[in-house]
């Protein structure tokens, strides 16, 4: 970086009047001596290092007036999306993120499998090799503390200021957010949109606040911001959005849905004043409706240079061909293909059932909720977390549901180097109860249909919706079956044009450009691969840690920006035509009047849900998983994890379901949303925008989902004390939660915010998932936990048994459980015993052989008050290696259990006999 030149010469200046100080006071013999000496040569060290300290600062501020601080581009494509350097940091350095994920991908590609010595992904990754991948920028557990100027105390905590490299300077720290007046505000960090009413985010302190667009109670616009001539030349061009309910101050404000199972209020039940009983609010509002899936469809066909504007001479049909969907007649013996070039396939049936929830959801003024489950490539890694096809849909589709009156929220729970399997067996938990489409991504890291028939069955039977099924498997059994709607997603590369020299890449749409490359463009295409950057200078906070310059995990397998838009597209044009098709059929019904039989639900999710319950289990592969209890193919399982992201991860950790005081710190993000605007998360200058047209009109409404929503979540639940089982068995002092910052704010959606740890080296990042958990040793002692409504007599565990010995901070300096005085003579204070975990050591830790089981090991286990024991032999016996880095122990197992009646029951566990020597990891819990 060069230094200010009038900045250079305050430095000379200062030296050369130093020196002469010294000259002449050197004439008196006095600074002669060597002490004298010493100490002139040490101030003069000091004088020089701050002045080029103050340099660089001032350098890079004035960088940011003058707006010449940009890195340099990546390639030819970066310089005009303005793109920061594709180099890593001189301040970075080598790591070896991302190899055990990757070694795993690669294991399974050649069909080989191993169980080899885990290492997790630390945070620290560079893209010198390809073939790595930064599986989690904040996979393990990081340091606390933060970091915010004296002037703006955003952050929970006080550090010193930090030279970060050189990367975007924007002059406001901003998001990309719009008010509900249609008018653009700058956000200053930490505050809401200016006129967007917020619920509960003052109750949440510094370092664990949520995003504005999370916690408002309407849509807030995330295209870039226009003027009103911009808007007005859009609008003759593509029409806008211009419906206003003339009679909304007339209309039930009560949530009369409430009473009845999955919102199915009966047509004659609706209060007359609703506007589902208003013929004139449905003769504009449908029409209106109608156009805006018709524009949002040809704005999708735009950006890859097939609109109507860009070939005029075809029909929509032959338009729109990348996004065609296939009906297959499986009755007929068609059948699923491995791979399709346009939006994919489904059956008739299945695409009514979609059209059916989509229906129910603008009917009951619910919600809508889309659930991605898969590997690093799924996740997006490589990419912003906001890159992902599963956010890029919530981005392209969350407008149109919104004009809908429907709330949507799409959760990219991908997780680098590991299958599904350990969410599956939860997922009406993790992935959430009220899902409306599943979608299974993970074949680079679990093949076959029982692990993918697991997935299918448990998020259909585990929640109180049965979504409709994107995945692989035996979807054609499950929906003959089961009555199951199933639907194979395709690439949507027909459309895409080939990148087959720079001199037509001008030629080709901004969209479909470096997707299909000639061999000729192979390099060229690699270098436009990704858009991304790891931190743009804010006034309001330095990072202590000098950040990268770009994400890491681009390894050669893992998709760039431009194909996680197309897929999160493709998915979005096959939604759009069910829309389309749910509209079509409300317009045409008699007086707008839509039976009770085309939306109502609960009947129908309970047909499958039952066939699925009892379904043969020769069927379908589910009942061919090794060491998998064959009741969980049939039996809709709990689960409380650590894992991040899951569906509202505040109810859904472990540590909401603990009885007693264990004192874990749970570290904060080192700064509150919003971050400052990302270019690369937005299509660069001058290239047409599909949000510009999506959005463009009146201004958007608040949805009753969203204020029911974020009211319910003011009320905060009371703690559920039950009286111990067992007075002898209390609550351990030894255990060490490992998880990310803000855990509770990586719920995989859009405006997730967590991660944003103090030794976080790319803080934009913006990934979710983290391989957390609660550390645990023979000093420990016991762990307590409420399972709620256990009913079929299942609980199992999984338990990480490979961490490294005297890993866990939380015991310390102890030699006996608990820490007890008469034992160890001394305890370490909390401060010390609770200190940083970070992920360095635990790099390190997991790195290590795993430490072996001591001969006096016991793991002991109670329910309900009573203790079984399990010996070292008998312990490592129930071992199920259900994955490579996927271990369960089931606990319980016995159908008559309760005798068929839920019941709350209490478990708790220890282990004992190896000190500090034996450290485990607890992950998940799982009942029935």
Sequence with gaps: MERNSDMDALVNSHIQRTRGTVRNRGEHGVLCRPSYLFMTVLLLVVFVATFLTESIEININLKKVDGSGDSKPESSEAKKATSPSSKPSPSSKPSTTGEDANSYENEVASGKFSIPNVEDDPANADNSNVERDVDNISDSTVPGGGSTSEEVPVSPSHVDEA???????????????????????????????????????????????????????????????????????????????????????????????????????????????????????????????????????????????????????????KRSDMFSLTMLDLEKGEKFPKTASNAGCTTKRSFDGLVRRILHAIMSEDTFNFVMGGHSSAAGHGNHFQQSYTLQFQKVMEPIFARLGVKLTSRNIGMGGLGTLHNSLGAGSIYGSELDILMWDSGMTERGAPIVDLFSIQGMIGGSRVPFIIAEGSLAELHTHAGADVGKLGTGMRGIQKTDSVKTLEQIPWAARYMDCSPEMRTECGNNKYRGTCWIHRPDFNPKLAQKAVPGGRANWHPGDRSHQLEGRVLAFLVLRAIKQALDLWASAENYRLPDEYWHVAGYYQSIRSKLISLNPAIGGCHQNEGIIQRACSTAMKSRTEFTPRNNPSETSIRSILKGNYDFKILPNVYDPPDVFVPDLSVPDGVFEYLAVVENGEDFQPELSRVQRFSSTRRLKSTHHRSLANPSITPGKGWFFTGNSAPDNCDGTYDSFCGRSQDNPCLLYGH?????????????????????????????????????????????????????????????????????????????????????????????????????????????????????????????????????????????????????????????????
């Design 768 to 928: 979710n998932d983290g391989r957390s958990g609660l550390l645990f040793d023979s000093l420990s002692g016991w762990l307590i936990m409420d399972l709620v409504e256990l009913k079929e007599g299942i609980i199992i565990l999984k338990i990480e048994d490979w961490h490294g010995a005297k890993s866990n901070k939380a015991t310390e300096g102890w030699r006996c459980e608990n820490g007890s005085a008469e034992c160890s003579g001394r305890r370490l204070s909390s401060a010390i015993r609770r200190g940083n975990y970070t992920s360095t050591q635990l790099d390190r830790n997991l790195k290590a052989k795993p430490p072996e089981y001591c001969e006096k090991f016991v793991f002991e286990y109670a329910i309900d008050g009573k203790v079984t024991q399990m010996k070292k032999d008998e312990f490592m016996k129930k071992m199920i290696q259900a994955q490579r880095v996927v271990q369960l122990w089931v606990l319980l197992d016995d159908p008559n259990f309760s005798s068929g009646d839920p019941k709350d029951v209490e478990l708790a566990f220890r282990i004992t006999g190896c000190g500090r020597e034996k450290t485990m990891h607890l992950t998940h819990v799982y009942w029935a």
């Design 163 to 317: 030279v970060v490299p050189e990367t975007l300077v924007q002059d406001t720290v901003i998001d990309n957010l719009e008010s509900i007046s249609n008018n653009r505000t700058p956000v200053s960090t930490g505050d809401a949109p200016s006129k967007s009413p917020t619920f509960g985010a003052e109750d949440l302190p510094p370092g664990f606040k949520k995003h504005p667009s999370a916690i408002s109670d309407v849509y807030v616009r995330r295209g870039k911001p226009l003027d009103d001539a911009e808007k007005a030349k859009l609008a003759d061009t593509w029409g806008s959005w211009t419906f206003v309910d003339q009679n909304a101050n007339n209309r039930p404000s009560a949530d009369f849905y409430a009473d009845y199972p999955h919102r199915d209020i009966p047509f004659d039940k609706i209060p007359e004043t609703s506007w589902q009983k208003d013929p004139a609010y449905l003769a504009s509002f449908l029409p209106e409706a109608q156009a805006l899936v018709e524009r949002a469809m040809e704005a999708i066909l735009a950006e890859y240079g097939h609109s109507k504007f860009d070939e005029p001479q075809m029909d929509f049909e």
